[in-house]
């Protein structure tokens, strides 16, 4: 089930989401565990670089998508596959966080939709617009910027980075998509993290 609250409500000052609960959770076990998500620890886990292309959404003038309804990049990879599908189908590399960083200019207007499963937490200008956090199924969820101006802090014709963060957590399903009308400026950016 879908547990907000996972990630602090603005980002570290390492671009990085920053855990906010005071101990465990149903769906977490504490900072040092959520700090190996998106920040590499030699042993623990192993960056990739992905690349996303988002394509016109077919009927719907000015939105631009990416869909898989079998989202499994590192197939493969890194520690190697570690599950089946539920239907028992091909082994997949589950259990990876994915991350993506940008910016865009902020015309009035944009909307940003993320349909899928599991944890998903996108920053705006450094805060917390969407928050998808837990072990669950798929979910949608929409930012609608103008509603969300002021708490984001934006302000139409200025441009703000835009962080996502994702975790696939179980061995059901990886569904993962975006819609959105928002306007890159970038074709995305690389954050570095200090190796601890």
């Known amino acids: 089930r879908v547990q907000e609250g996972i990630a602090q409500d603005q980002l570290g000052t390492d671009r990085k989401p920053v855990y906010a609960p005071s101990g465990k959770t149903t769906f977490s076990t504490g900072p040092e565990a959520f700090d190996q998500w ?41 520690f190697g596959n570690s599950g089946q599908e539920c239907d028992d189908g091909p082994m997949h590399n589950f259990h990876f966080t994915f991350e993506l960083h940008t910016q865009f200019r902020y ?29 669950h199924g798929q979910e949608t969820r929409t930012i609608d910027l103008d509603q969300m101006a002021g708490e984001l802090a934006i302000a139409q014709g200025m441009t703000y980075p835009l962080d996502m963060f994702h975790a696939e957590r179980h061995l059901c399903a990886s569904n993962f998509r975006v819609d959105t009308t928002l306007e890159f400026t970038n074709c995305g950016e690389f954050v570095p993290d200090v190796p601890r």
């Open 107 to 135: 015309g009035g207007g944009e909307t940003f939709t993320f349909i899928g499963d599991d944890d998903v937490f996108v920053f705006i200008n450094g805060r917390l617009a969407l928050d998808i956090g837990g072990v």
């Open 38 to 78: 998106y920040r590499s620890e030699s042993g623990v886990n192993q960056p990739f670089f992905l690349t996303l292309f988002l394509v016109p959404l077919q009927g719907k003038a000015g939105t631009f998508t990416f869909e898989s309804s079998s989202f499994f990049p590192l197939d493969g990879a890194g």
